[in-house]
């Protein structure tokens, strides 16, 4: 489990085709402290640290978590960001994430307002219902709330966020070229709701 409070930016500094897509992250973390076999959050997908070093890990990516996150994010140079799992007695500073994407979110318009900004991002008709205004939302591994939701003709939906400078200066969201995917994971109470819902319409 996760909170979606990021604690670190890493980068990938090289990928290997070994079945798997294997990884090396630089990172900002004492490893010395991070087992080999403790997941950490990329960009909001929970990843297993396979190798490590003085300033890196090592992950494999499968084909399943290729297909299901972001285009273009698994690419030497690409800046991520980083959270170690939770553990018991932490602070729960945003809400419980469990680095599972949900969808991909398609960049609307960054629009600065005051010293924040203003993110509208498109999410596919599969997430419309789980997405509610002042509820949770996770973007590339980030705790965010929903501001504003704007249902769509085709079924999908737009939804609003306020970005402060701290979260911009402290996450990848300080780089929002147009079209930018990102990995969405609903509310985790949402996911369950969903699937009670579908059971109880067979």
């Not at 990516?61 to 690419?75: D, F, I, N």
């Not at 705790?143 to 966020?161: A, Y």
Request: with cysteine; hydrophobic share 45%.
């Amino acid at each position: 489990m996760f909170t979606g409070i990021i604690t670190d930016i890493g980068h990938i500094r090289s990928i290997e085709n070994r079945g798997d897509m294997h990884l090396t992250i630089g990172c900002g973390y004492e490893m010395e402290g991070v087992a080999i076999g403790a997941s950490i959050a990329c960009s909001g997908v929970c990843l297993t640290v396979v190798e490590k070093g003085a300033d890196w890990f090592a992950v494999d990516v499968s084909a399943e978590t290729l297909s299901r996150t972001a285009p273009g994010q698994w690419v030497e140079g690409q800046r991520l960001n980083l959270e170690r799992a939770l553990k018991v007695g932490d602070e729960l500073g945003g809400h419980i994430v469990t680095g599972h994407v949900d969808g991909i979110g398609t960049l609307v318009s960054a629009l600065r307002e005051g010293d924040s900004t203003r993110l509208t991002i498109a999410a596919p008709a599969a997430l419309a219902a789980s997405l509610a205004a002042k509820g949770s939302i996770t973007v590339d591994g980030i705790s965010l709330t929903v501001n504003t939701i704007e249902d769509q003709p085709d079924g999908s939906v737009h939804f609003g966020l306020n970005i402060i400078p701290h979260t911009a200066q402290q996450t990848t969201l300080n780089d929002l070229p147009a079209g930018r995917s990102f990995n969405l994971e609903i509310d985790v109470l949402a996911r369950y709701l969903d699937r009670m819902l579908a059971v109880r319409a067979m």
